[in-house]
């Protein structure tokens, strides 16, 4: 037996052993390992956990989440980030649904929206058990390390190296009677848990002896560092308008707009669009940080004397499909982003020093 095949067997020994227990890994369906690979993207595990178990809770089957609304899903989406994963799940469950069936190869899930090669891999060799590669961060970093793989001949020769080296390791896993799902899951697993980037628990994995960067002392040089990603300072101006029962307005950012789908406070001035005595009250900034965006944001509070004021004609910038709703601060029951959340959670603590 080979020093590869040696260390392929010890890895899924200690996958088998020390694995987290992960509430998709309870029942591998193709549904259930989609979502979670969906909600995984960009996201940590202890981050989706709760996400995940709420979403399954109100949406058990792939008909039930085609049959609800975009709004039903935003709301449980909302607070995870990157709403395009929300949009393209729904819409993959309705796709899913018309076909009758869920894809069973890699090209077919590739049709499905929001599904890259990565993600495909994961879902044909954790649900259906086939020997498909897998490439996410963490198995990139495993891999990298292992083979001390490095970017000399440039990015696409070492992503096609690596995506090269991750099919020879499951096929070869699979040749010698290693399940598909337990061999790359155990890729993932020592990525997330013990070869982790700046801190690599090397005493604690079951392939160091064979790890050629171990072997070098190198580990912190792998994966090899790629440029620092730049960052846009994004600022916006928003108004938050407070009615005689204590509620705030929130609009819908409509189909197209950045964030499309969550309730958001209004973008324009509410002496511009409701019809009442309108009074600024005050002003509230927060920052937040998501993905490459650093939003500053100014947001003005202002107290309106009617209940539900009406609306002055929409002829300016407010679309003619746009949708308004009065919410409590404190709990609005929207589908509402973090950037939303932490300016509301700012004026609810505002309002009771005042």
Same mark, same amino acid.
């Given at each position: ?37 969906? *909600?995984? !993207? +960009?996201? +940590? ?22 049959? =609800?609304?975009?709004?039903?899903? *935003? ?15 729904? /819409?993959?469950?309705?796709?899913? $649904?018309? +076909?009758?069936?869920? %894809?069973?190869?890699? *090209? ?24 498909? =590669? ?39 896993? @699979? ?12 890729? *993932? ?43 846009? @300072? ?21 189909? &197209?707009?950045?964030?499309? &789908? ?7 001035? %509410?002496? !511009? ?14 920052? @937040? ?8 944001? /100014? ?27 009065? $919410? ?8 509402? &982003? ?17």
């Amino acid at each position: 037996m080979s020093k590869r095949e040696i260390a392929l067997n010890q890895l899924s020994l200690w996958f088998e052993s020390q694995k987290r227990v992960l509430p998709w890994r309870n029942d591998p369906s193709p549904y259930r390992v989609w979502v979670s690979e969906i *909600m995984l !993207q +960009q996201t +940590q595990v202890i981050t989706v956990v709760p996400y995940f178990e709420k979403f399954m809770q109100k949406f058990p089957s792939v008909e039930k989440l085609a049959k =609800a609304s975009e709004d039903e899903v *935003m709301f449980l989406w909302a607070g995870l980030g990157y709403y395009s994963r929300a949009r393209n799940l729904h /819409q993959g469950a309705k796709i899913i $649904v018309s +076909q009758g069936r869920f %894809p069973q190869t890699r *090209m077919e899930w590739l049709e499905i929206p929001g599904v890259g090669p990565y993600t495909a891999g994961a879902i044909l060799s954790i649900s259906l058990n086939l020997p498909e =590669a897998i490439l996410d961060g963490n198995v990139e970093r495993v891999l990298s390390r292992f083979l001390k793989v490095d970017r000399s001949d440039g990015d696409t020769a070492y992503r096609k190296t690596l995506w090269k080296s991750s099919e020879e390791f499951v096929t070869t896993g @699979h040749r010698l009677s290693i399940a598909p799902r337990v061999l790359n899951q155990a890729l *993932m697993e020592l990525g997330a848990t013990v070869c982790t980037p700046k801190s690599p628990r090397c005493g604690d994995c079951p392939v160091t002896k064979h790890c050629l960067a171990f072997k070098s002392n190198d580990q912190l040089n792998f994966p090899p560092k790629k440029a620092k990603k730049a960052w846009m @300072h994004v600022e916006e101006k928003m108004y938050c308008v407070m009615n005689s029962s204590h509620e705030v307005l929130m609009s819908q950012r409509t189909q &197209g707009a950045w964030r499309a &789908g969550l309730w958001d406070l209004l973008e324009e001035r %509410p002496d !511009q669009i409701l019809v009442g005595r309108l009074k600024k009250l005050s002003e509230v900034s927060t920052q @937040h940080v998501v993905t490459r965006h650093k939003i500053k944001r /100014q947001t003005e509070v202002w107290q309106i004397d009617k209940a539900r004021p009406g609306f002055k004609s929409r002829s300016g910038s407010i679309s003619s499909d746009q949708k308004f709703q009065w $919410v409590s601060v404190d709990s609005p029951q929207l589908a509402i &982003g973090s950037a939303a959340r932490k300016t509301l959670s700012a004026i609810s603590i505002q309002k009771r020093g005042l």
